[in-house]
């Protein structure tokens, strides 16, 4: 049934599945954004973990950059 209609109609039927996706993704991110900076304001050594956070991204950028893929298993 909704394979053969049209796209504007899936897109209707779909939209309360979608926003309550959307919903909950975001609720999720929001409480663990809330609980990460929670642990920061905690922490004795904010600047170690600033410091971490920057070098993860600077390798992923960098092995990015020269084409490294992980292996597929």
């Known amino acids: 049934m909704l394979a053969a209609t049209e796209g ?9 599945a979608i926003v ?3 919903g ?8 663990l ?3 990460f ?3 920061v304001r905690d922490m004795k050594h904010k600047r170690l973990l600033w ?3 920057a070098a993860l ?5 960098l092995l990015t950059y020269f084409g490294v893929e992980l292996p597929k298993e």
Do not use: E, N
């Open 51 to 53: 410091i971490g956070a």
């Open 37 to 39: 900076m929670d642990s």
């Open 33 to 35: 954004v809330r609980a």
């Open 8 to 16: 504007w109609q899936r897109l209707l039927i779909l939209a309360p």
């Open 57 to 61: 991204v600077g390798v992923v950028v």
């Open 24 to 31: 909950l993704v975001a609720a999720v991110l929001i409480l």
């Open 20 to 22: 309550i996706g959307v």
